[in-house]
């Protein structure tokens, strides 16, 4: 997607560890008019795979994936809560996830009650990386008995293994942006 | 909101210590469809604000946040986020908070960057009980000299004392269902 490309070289910020800082648009103030046009892209792409179902994960997920559930005809949104304890109740599905930016570990849960094998998933994030936190959540659809139909994210970071990974496995993976090179900080997309 | 009323009838629970529970449209999956119907009501009150921005907090006022700014013609949604550490740094404005729900204090930071006392806010959560986590977001928005210009939440929980401190403070507080009571597991509304 050209324009996040372009958002990307003007608004982002690259922080030590080449990690990517989109805070004034993605992660903290939240461009509603901007994520709206990835909503339209994101459905563009999957509108024909019969989704009726967004899986995301707090924080960040929540505002595109709800963005993009009204372009599915207002279908349900489930965010997946991020849990320190391993304390994990019997009636959620849950999956440990490591986390590339904060470089500590935590357990992902959905609740039984909202997700089941009639859902047909399309699973969304705003960020991938290594991949933890999408293959946390296709972990969680498995145990549900969901069918995963595609996913998405807003950016991803190419020079990690993660989005090649997802591929290589067969998911259709939609990512608006991939970030191939940081070098000097100067950013390369595939 | 009578639809809300009846919505919290049908499908919310009460779980010990008066708690309310709507995962299943508000906190965990989100209806976007009946979400969209509170974020209306929500800009038919304060249209005429002047509102070019909505302060929220994370994770589950993301959700209602983005679907009320799409009314106000997409307007930018900032979303305060918890932080356990005292150790906050000097980019962002933060304000300590006492959680009601979890019984534990946390500290809500937003960066300097996107708010300003140029911002004419709606202050937007899903829930209000003690009024602990809005009066954070009132403290922040006054660090940066921004504007108040209304308060909202999907539900009140009249029985405890913040809504009508708020109130009583001069706020425009819109509450779309007020809790007045819970006695033996029925709930009565305001």
């Not at 994520?35 to 459905?43: N, R």
């Not at 372009?71 to 997946?80: D, E, K």
């Not at 590339?100 to 399309?122: A, C, E, I, P």
């Not at 659809?141 to 807003?154: D, H, K």
């Amino acid at each position: 997607m050209k324009l996040l490309e372009e958002k990307i070289l003007k608004s982002g910020e690259i922080k030590e560890g080449n990690i990517v800082k989109v805070d004034s648009f993605l992660n903290h103030r939240l461009d509603v008019e901007f994520l709206d046009m990835m909503g339209k892209e994101i459905y563009e792409h999957f509108k024909e795979k019969g989704i009726n179902k967004i899986l995301t994960i707090e924080a960040s997920g929540i505002a595109l994936a709800v963005i993009t559930a009204k372009y599915f005809g207002n279908i349900p949104v489930v965010f997946a809560k991020k849990a320190k304890s391993a304390n994990i109740a019997d009636e959620v599905y849950s999956s440990k996830i490591e986390s590339f930016t904060y470089k500590k570990n935590y357990t992902v849960t959905v609740s039984k009650q909202f997700l089941d094998s009639r859902d047909h998933l399309l699973v969304l994030d705003d960020f991938l990386a290594e991949g933890n936190a999408l293959r946390g959540l296709i972990d969680v659809a498995e145990q549900a008995g969901a069918e995963v139909c595609g996913l998405t994210v807003g950016i991803e970071k190419g020079f990690q293994k993660g989005g090649d990974q997802i591929r290589a496995n067969g998911y259709d993976l939609l990512s608006l942006a991939i970030i191939d090179k940081i070098t000097d900080g100067v950013i390369t997309f595939r």
